[in-house]
């Protein structure tokens, strides 16, 4: 019981980090911007074609329960921005409470691979990792349980590397 409260605690995505939130200050579309030549609204601005409005759209439907609705958002956002670290993360964290766990692990290792520095993947790649592991024990799937600990102690290993 222990073990699945930290769990879930861990899993509980994270606010937006200070480094997301200068990304998206820096990458929004200046005041100066919001018309057009012809002194018309940019209609970037209001569709969901703007990818912070998406990706806020997403992290607001994750924190209200509606998980598969939060992942069409963070794909859509993914797509108009495929180098903002933190869409990944969520998108990772939100197929996991979803419960669909090989997608959320496959997600983070992509994470992992396309920003290698961002430990916050890293450390939500292994709580993923070992919580679909326990979930496989717990079902009496010994053998997946297993490999996905030891995957679990390489993260670890790998993590723990970067702080030292």
């Known amino acids: 019981m222990a073990k699945k409260l930290l769990l879930k605690h861990?899993?509980?995505?994270?606010?937006?980090?200070?480094s997301d939130q200068a990304y998206a200050e820096s990458s929004a579309m200046p005041a100066d911007e919001?018309?057009?030549?012809?002194?018309?609204?940019?209609?970037?601005v209001d569709e969901p074609n703007d990818w912070t409005q998406l990706y806020e759209e997403g992290r607001e439907l994750c924190h209200e329960g509606r998980y598969?609705?939060?992942?069409?958002r963070y794909r859509q956002a993914e797509k108009l921005n495929p180098g903002f670290s933190g869409i990944p993360l969520h998108l990772g964290g939100t197929l996991y409470h979803a419960g669909r766990y090989n997608e959320?692990?496959?997600t983070l290792q992509s994470a992992r691979d396309r920003f290698?520095?961002?430990?916050d993947i890293l450390e939500s790649l292994i709580v993923a990792t070992e919580g679909l592991a326990?979930?496989?024990r717990n079902t009496g799937n010994d053998t997946g349980a297993n490999q996905l600990y030891k995957d679990t102690c390489i993260l670890y290993r790998e993590l723990l590397g970067r702080l030292l």
């Open 34 to 44: 919001m018309t057009t030549a012809s002194g018309e609204i940019n209609p970037s």
């Open 134 to 136: 326990e979930i496989l």
């Open 104 to 106: 959320a692990i496959a």
């Open 10 to 18: 861990r899993m509980n995505l994270k606010p937006v980090r200070a």
């Open 68 to 72: 598969l609705e939060a992942v069409a």
């Open 116 to 119: 290698p520095d961002d430990a």
